[in-house]
């Protein structure tokens, strides 16, 4: 059974500051991993999706790297925003006819202006 | 078609009583699911449907939960006699023929079961 887990809960970081989040899972059998972005009260935007067979993954200030074999994720945000405060969350899908997605509690970012 | 879309955003219900959701995935996806999220977790998956074929249930969806998708279109999940734990976010999301697409994610339907 997959787990996900991501590391720290919550996170404040001053404008500007590059920072990263992890995210670990348990079965390295995994098919893709995302990341989403939830902002309070709404529903998720996903960021980013790397495929089993890709190392990592950008788009603009973000950029986000996998490794199967020690079951760890990141995601990397460079010169951070306030509009990026909100909470991300990482999510591995399960190999075989679909996509059985779990995710992890997500990691609550505040960027401080 | 812009999206994933939910109805209604917000449910307050009494104890006991029957709701019912919908969801309108993607019009060319043929893969839908359904998630709960409760505060400070992430969400949990439900059910999931590849046209209108239920495929695989979780151990969340009790015998007073039932999903449909009747023309492999739009979908509804109701809940039968509500409880207080039934009060989360619930998601819909919806993704192409191919595996490899990434899940589109609706607004959610906020359930507050008093």
């Known amino acids: 059974k997959q787990e996900v887990t991501q590391i720290p809960a919550a996170l404040s970081v001053p404008e500007g500051e590059n920072l990263v989040l992890n995210c670990s899972f348990t079965d390295s059998a995994i098919y893709n991993l995302q990341w989403f972005r939830q902002d309070p009260g709404k529903g998720l935007t996903s960021l980013l999706l790397i495929q089993s067979s890709q190392r990592e993954q950008t788009s603009g200030r973000l950029n986000a790297s996998l490794d199967k074999s020690s079951g760890r994720s990141t995601l990397y945000i460079a010169a951070s925003q306030p509009g990026d405060s909100a909470t991300y969350l990482c999510a591995g899908s399960s190999s075989g006819g679909y996509q059985k997605v779990t995710f992890g509690t997500g990691t609550k970012l505040q960027v401080i202006p | 078609d812009t999206g994933v879309s939910q109805d209604p955003r917000h449910k307050i219900t009494k104890r006991g009583q029957n709701v019912t959701f919908r969801c309108d995935p993607i019009s060319e996806h043929n893969r839908l699911y359904w998630y709960r999220q409760t505060l400070g977790q992430g969400p949990e998956f439900l059910t999931y449907?590849?046209?209108?074929?239920?495929?695989?249930k979780s151990r969340l969806l009790s015998d007073r939960f039932s999903a449909e998708r009747p023309k492999g279109s739009f979908s509804t999940l109701e809940i039968q006699r509500t409880e207080q734990g039934d009060s989360a976010m619930y998601l819909c999301?919806?993704?192409?023929?191919?595996?490899?697409?990434?899940?589109?994610f609706g607004p959610g339907t906020r359930l507050t079961v008093l």
């Open positions: 999301a919806s993704s192409g023929r191919d595996a490899t697409d990434t899940q589109y």
């Open positions: 449907f590849q046209n209108e074929a239920q495929l695989e």
